[in-house]
Structures are given as C-alpha cells and as structure tokens.
C-alpha cells in the first residue's frame, strides 16, 4: 500500500504513448521559440517570476509567529472549580437543595379526601 502512489506515477508515464511524446516534444519547441522570439520581454518575465518566488520565499521563512490567546475553556473551567467547593474536594457530598415538606421530586401530595 506504501508504494501505491510510485506505482501510479510509474504507470502515467507509461501511459504516455509516442503520440503523446511527439506532443509534449512540440509544446516544448513551441515554448522555446517564443522565449528566443521575444527574448529581452520574455527574459524579464522569466526574471520577475523567479524574484516573486524567491520574495514569497523570503517573506514566509520570515513572517512573525502569531501570539497565540490562552485556551479561553481552560479559563472558564479554572473560573468554575474556584467558584465551587467540591470541586477542591471530590469526596465532599454536594448541597442538598430543598424541597418543600408535601412535594415528592416535583409532584405536589393531594389532600387524602381529594381526588381528581
């Protein structure tokens, strides 16, 4: 599995047929001729392609490091445990939240005689 992007590379170039050899071959001639036609023009685009790369270069190799923020959910959850007390102590039993005398998880107890 390792080698399977050589292999594909290998096998486009052995796709590559003498027709399609004959046209990279004449594209290469067509490119050449028009360099050596408007040779001063075609040389300072050449030069200014090759100085921007080498600018891009440059400038990347030599950009400032971005200061990074502290992580602000590491800040909210350090706010939390100094807010609550079990979270100092695991073994302390949370506060028990108080329910009125005739009320069971929410549901208010009727009147004996009651019924409805």
Not at 25 to 31: N, P, Y
Not at 47 to 75: F, H, Y
């Amino acid at each position: 599995m390792n080698y399977l992007g050589c292999l594909l590379f290998g096998l486009l170039f052995l796709a590559m047929t003498a027709q399609t050899h004959s046209g990279l071959h004449t594209r290469l001639e067509q490119t050449l001729s028009w360099i050596r036609d408007w040779s001063p023009f075609s040389y300072l685009i050449i030069l200014g392609m090759l100085i921007s790369a080498v600018v891009a270069i440059k400038l990347v190799a030599t950009w400032p490091e971005q200061e990074r923020p502290e992580d602000s959910t590491a800040e909210i959850f350090e706010r939390v445990e100094a807010e609550d007390p079990a979270a100092e102590d695991p073994a302390a039993e949370p506060p028990e939240q108080e329910q009125p005398a005739n009320s069971v998880a929410g549901f208010q107890e009727q009147p004996a005689g009651a019924e409805g």
